[in-house]
């Protein structure tokens, strides 16, 4: 009986959704924001080469601000629940294959990381692609080396820190360039080096560095609850 | 191609609802919700496509003088990155309410919880 | 040129296919495990280096994609197999040997307060 | 052409992968089914010309909250087990 009812819910929000689709007839062009973001003077304006980039750091670039606060608020939510855990953990030691070569491996991850968000005004990538792959690289530490106390300090630090600077630029923006997140307060460059689009590289690589931060918080919080057994 | 992904991701969308409204084991709730997250960002990533157009990175392939007639809606594409993320941190904190529930009652069935019914 | 790359990319697909059939017959995990990582990375590696063949330009880029493959494949079938034991999934009947029951050291679980 | 026979292959995939997420009784295959789910759809944003988002999806969403799943799976099992002894 419960069931009927969920499922006549479920159809009747099918039935809502289906003029969403009937009237959907297939893009031909952009819409007026996005024409207005992918004009010639606009884009050399911003002058980054990604047009995804630019919108997440300069257009929409309060957005990313309050996607990162709540990232921040969820990490500290989780590592107060997750802090007190007076059980005995037991854990089982690695083997020698799998230690070496995770220290042959972490590092080149965390280039790759690093890599990803410093290039994410030319090619694919950005700040939160490349975070999630520090984060990926913390995870392998943390399973590699389970006994290996975690430098809360440290992440803290990077964490606030790069929160700060963040804030921080954007802020300059407003009171040197035209705007709050305005990216011209850097020399612009040519478009398509590494060394372009103003202070776009900068903002994402310390959003990169957050959130990689703050993943890696919230991975850890996880992990130090677990014991082989 | 779009109507394709658009139809997927409706019926994602309603498979994920149906697994939040009758599961009853609280991790099978947070795997419906995390299908839901996933047919949400489908949907709204074909609403961006334009037919027959690449993606919004200029480089020698894409000129900047032909990038409005040859590149897809980028603001979508920037949103559904930052819901990712959000979606990521959502679900941990969910299972970290799962877990702190699980230590009180030693139970993870939702109709054991009725603490706040009346 | 080209012909050679191909050769050796159908070779590794080949390989491949050798691989996902064994995933079908073999009784338990660990025989599992074993031809999925033995056999995809042979063919994985062959194919990327039928491409170096036919793509002279990316070949750096392969070479290290190579090294990668050769780094991680094994290494995390390792683990696998080790998580597989010691959560106690079932050897098939024709099982004769377990060497890792012999090692105490393996079997000892650190417990820290 | 080719494009639209491959999405509609992959739509199918990713029903199947959501069907065996929510019907199937072993909670581990729920989870990994789920994240397949996510790599799938990756895919499907790389045909959608978005791959900025179909990095973001399979680091994110195949392999970090599936990692998360199961840390948190373990945790109450061994909980669970310590209850019973």
Do not use: C
């Not at chain 1, 007839?25 to 080469?49: P, R």
């Not at chain 1, 560095?209 to 918080?217: F, R």
């Not at chain 3, 017959?25 to 056999?39: E, H, I, S, W």
């Not at chain 4, 840390?71 to 099992?77: G, S």
Request: glycine share 8%; hydrophobic share 55%.
């Amino acid at each position: 009986m419960r069931n009927f009812f969920i499922i006549i819910i479920i159809a009747a929000f099918g039935i809502m959704l289906y003029p969403l689709f009937d009237s959907f007839s297939g893009n031909e062009e952009l819409s007026e924001l996005a024409s207005f973001y992918a004009q010639k003077e606009n884009v050399e304006k911003v002058n980054s080469a990604n047009l995804v980039t630019a919108v997440v750091v300069t257009y929409r670039g309060l957005d990313t601000m309050g996607e990162v606060t709540i990232l921040f608020l969820t990490a500290a939510i989780i590592a107060f629940f997750l802090k007190k855990q007076s059980d005995v953990r037991s854990l089982r030691e690695n083997t020698e294959i799998f230690t070496t070569a995770a220290k042959l491996l972490i590092p080149i991850i965390i280039m790759l990381g690093v890599y990803i968000f410093i290039n994410g005004h030319l090619s694919p990538g950005g700040g939160f692609q490349g975070g999630a792959v520090i984060a990926s690289a913390i995870i392998l530490i943390l399973l590699a080396f389970p006994n290996k106390p975690f430098n809360h300090k440290f992440f803290g630090y990077m964490e606030s820190v790069s929160g700060l600077v963040f804030v921080g630029l954007a802020a300059l923006g407003g009171l040197i360039g035209l705007g709050y997140l305005d990216n011209a307060i850097l020399p612009l460059g040519t478009f398509g080096e590494l060394m372009s689009a103003g202070a776009i590289p900068v903002i994402y690589s310390f959003v990169g560095l957050k959130v990689g931060a703050e993943l890696s918080n919230i991975l850890n919080g996880f992990q130090s609850v677990q014991s082989d057994s | 191609m779009e109507y394709v992904a658009l139809i997927t991701g409706f019926l994602v969308i309603m498979a994920g609802l149906w697994a939040i409204m009758t599961q009853k084991n609280i991790i099978r709730i947070i795997i419906g919700f995390s299908i839901f997250d996933t047919g949400l960002h489908i949907v709204m990533v074909a609403l961006a496509y334009v037919k027959g157009r690449t993606a919004p990175i200029l480089d020698n392939m894409v000129s900047v003088e032909e990038a409005l007639n040859k590149i897809v809606d980028p603001v979508p594409q920037a949103l559904v990155l930052t819901a990712i993320v959000i979606g990521l941190g959502v679900t941990a904190l969910m299972l970290a309410f799962a877990m702190k529930m699980h230590k009180e009652k030693k139970t993870l069935d939702v109709r054991n919880f009725k603490d706040l019914k009346w | 040129m080209e012909l050679v790359g191909a050769i050796i990319t159908l070779l590794g697909a080949f390989v491949l296919l050798i691989a996902s059939i064994g995933l079908i017959r073999m009784p338990d995990v660990y025989n599992r495990l074993q031809v999925g990582t033995k056999a995809s990375t042979l063919g994985t590696i062959l194919s990327l280096i039928g491409l170096v063949f036919i793509m002279p330009g990316w070949s750096g880029k392969l070479i290290l994609l190579i090294f990668f493959i050769m780094m991680t494949n094994p290494v995390s079938s390792h683990v696998l197999a080790r998580a597989a034991y010691f959560i106690k999934i079932p050897f098939t009947s024709r099982t004769v040997v377990d060497k890792l029951k012999v090692s105490e050291r393996a079997l000892t679980i650190k417990t820290e307060d | 052409m080719n494009f639209l026979i491959i999405s509609i292959l992959l739509g199918i995939i990713i029903l199947a992968m959501a069907g065996i997420a929510i019907i199937q009784k072993n909670i581990v295959v729920a989870i990994i089914a789920a994240g397949a789910l996510s790599l799938f759809a990756s895919i499907l944003y790389l045909l959608l010309a978005a791959p900025d988002v179909a990095m973001t999806e399979a680091a994110i969403g195949s392999g970090l909250s599936t990692i998360i799943f199961f840390y948190v799976l373990n945790r109450i099992r061994t909980t669970d087990e310590r209850n019973e002894e």
